[in-house]
């Protein structure tokens, strides 16, 4: 059995990586396709669903079957809704250990021999196996939200030292230590503010290779993944500045920094997956994948210049809900569990909260197995009056409050959307070399791996082996 390491990059697309493969900006990139197989990747849609969504494709990555198979149809479907087997049951099947760090839909894990460290969709900190749950507690949004507060602006010195802890808990390197310092420093008195949260994902990248290098090194996966969002999260909120002569909205003077924000995203993660690669077995196969592509956006579906997130805790107190109602807010939206026997009463609460002065539903609404599912409702069609959301007022009962009680500002409005042409290479023992398919699905990731691996390919999967062999 071959060992397989798959490197996931939510929203990568070619049309970013080639003209940065030519300026020679991409070596680990470079060196992979030079010696190995190139391809798009056609990404996957639930039936009757516009979008291309993470959620519903990286399953597909994972499963090697489309969405109406695999389970999982909508943006607040979770691992317990997977109803088939996926690449790494596959792998223990045939006796071997696994490692999934970061990892999509994995949300709540089960056990397995090795570990498996979920990414920003899971609930809790719940980890396999749990004593690894600090790792997850490092996200400090979703930690605040799970401690009864909200984001803070800035780290206070108790938590910091917490944080180091768990850092240095997690095998991260003197080196690392010493460029989050810089980094640190970078964006408290040079960086522009739109650029803060993107430095602080680049950052966190460089703690989960070092977390991701001391669990392996630790249980000696035969099959690994890793995934960073970092690109897609760039992709949103700076390919305004990336290519502004596409906007009629851009600014007039851009930052360089901001200028180049996307393309730097590209480069980190060029450059994680080069210090992965530095302690991987040179025999392993390696599979660079996205889930869907990434395409801009030049009249963005959000309103006005902004993005807003949620604030859980100020959302439960605007209409009446305790404290001490489990809330966790997964990107744009919330998670909570009020219990099986308030589930009705709870969805029923928020159907409630309407847009002044229209009477519009500030929310879509949703029960599934024990959740509440909460998502903002807010679109440009539905609300073309409004320009900016600041000036937005919104309704329970007789509690009349600015959008802003519930919602704080958090980067630029969207300027990129998820498109169908995703990215896969393919590089290791018994692949081919220098080779360019024309076109393949995400859902051929896992049998071509598993045929790559030496392990027999299920029958009936959707997915097919590439000619990459």
Known sequence: MKKVLIYGISGATWTVIDPLLQAGRLPTFARLIEGGVRAVASSVRAEGDKHFRPQIAWPTVSTGVLPARHGVTRFFHRYDDVVVPS?????????????????????????????????????????WPPELSYIRTLDRRQEAARGGKDVLSKVPVGESLRMAG????????????????????????????????????????????????????????????????????????????????????????????????????????????????????????IAVVSEHGMAIEPVSAEIGPWHYVMRPNKLKEFVGLPESMPANPVARWIALRPGEDRLNETADTFRKVTIEPTGQPLFQVYIHRDEVIVKLALTRAQNGHLNDLNELSIRFGQRVAPFTQIAQRFGRRRSAMHAEDAVMILHGPGIRCGMTLDRCGIADITPTLLHAAGLAVPAGLDGQVLPVF
């Open 87 to 127: 690449i790494w049951d596959y792998f223990q099947s045939a006796g071997a250990r696994v490692g999934l760090f970061g990892w999509p839909i994995v949300w709540p894990p089960r056990q397995v021999n090795g570990f498996m460290i979920p990414t920003y969709d899971g609930r809790d900190a719940s980890t």
């Open 166 to 285: 768990k850092l240095l808990k997690g095998g991260v390197s003197a080196g690392t230590f010493a460029r989050l310092a810089s980094a640190a420093a970078d964006s408290k008195l040079r960086a522009p503010a739109e650029l803060r949260p993107l430095l602080l994902r680049r950052a966190r990248l460089q703690i989960s290779v070092d977390m991701f290098r001391k669990l392996c090194d630790q249980y000696q996966p035969q099959f690994s993944a890793f995934a960073t969002f970092l690109v897609d999260y760039a992709a949103h909120r700076f390919w305004l500045f990336h290519e502004p002569e596409r906007f009629a909205d851009a600014p007039k003077q851009i930052p360089p920094r901001l200028r180049d924000a996307l393309i730097d995203s590209y480069i980190a993660v060029d450059r994680a997956l080069g210090r992965i690669l530095s302690f991987v077995d040179n025999d392993t196969v």
